[in-house]
């Protein structure tokens, strides 16, 4: 009841006006939301502030304006929709920039390689999603579809269904049995075959409008497709209609009817 009630009066307070510059000035996609969805945006944002941490990696120093940034584009996948604000996730860990980490890949004949990797986000179900702050900063700044914070944040909403990552969200919530296995079916039926003309496309060496990455597996098909539904909404629309009307479902959202100005 507490935590209730504390959510109740963090999300009818408006952002601070240093917030608010904060994310005018570098959240490309906030102008373009609706007046209302901005309000709800801020409510969220005070929210997600309030419950989870930050920490500063590699000697980076946290800001005001990492957090806003971060949280605004993390609340930006729960407006309209019932939310208990990433439940799993505690700690926002972020780097100066892309940070590397060892692998472990087979390379064949019962031989693996360590090595390592560059990247510049991750997601863990055990509660911290990892960010580099010079591509997120960039990416924020301009409309487009890559987003790192998105995408991690996608994968977040991916184990809320209380399993493992596998591009199927928690649907349906609050409705009939029936209808939740119908949304699950429909779901299943539309990002299947939309994963699969990736691939297929990618083998064919034909040009695609979602990046090449979401073609690793369905949980990262899943995050590709949510970078690109408030990317450039438009496009896919238009190439990926099925998709796009999927996403459209899901969050709740038309990021292709939102305001250009």
Not at 220 to 232: C, K, L, N, P, Y
Request: hydrophobic share 40%; charged share 25%.
């Amino acid at each position: 009841m507490w935590k209730i009630s504390r959510r109740k009066k963090l999300l009818a307070t408006p952002l601070s006006p240093e917030w608010r510059r904060i994310a005018e000035t570098q959240c490309a996609f906030y102008h373009r939301l609706p007046v209302a969805d901005r309000a709800e945006l801020a409510g969220h944002v005070q929210v997600f502030l309030a419950e989870k941490k930050f920490e500063g990696c590699g000697g980076l120093v946290i800001t005001e304006a990492m957090r806003v940034v971060i949280a605004a584009h993390a609340c930006l996948l729960l407006l309209h929709r019932q939310t208990d604000y990433y439940p799993q996730l505690q700690t926002i860990l972020v780097y100066p920039g892309s940070y590397v980490v060892p692998v472990t890949r087979h390379v064949g004949g019962g031989i693996w390689e360590e090595g390592w990797q560059s990247r510049s986000g991750e997601s863990w179900q055990t509660g911290a999603i990892v960010l580099a702050w010079e591509e997120v900063s960039r990416e924020a700044r301009n409309s487009q579809p890559d987003n790192v914070v998105l995408h991690e944040f996608a994968h977040q909403l991916d184990y809320e269904d209380g399993g493992t990552a596998d591009g199927i969200p928690a649907l349906g919530h609050g409705e009939s049995f029936a209808l939740r296995q119908e949304r699950y079916a429909a779901w299943t039926r539309v990002m299947r075959a939309e994963y699969e003309q990736l691939r297929a496309r990618l083998s064919a060496g034909e040009p695609t409008f979602l990046r090449a990455y979401g073609a690793t597996n369905p949980p990262e098909f899943f995050a590709v497709a949510t970078e690109s539904f408030f990317g450039d909404a438009a496009e896919m629309q238009r190439q990926h209609p099925a998709l796009y009307a999927e996403l459209k479902w899901f969050y709740r959202q038309d990021p292709a009817g939102w305001n250009e100005g």
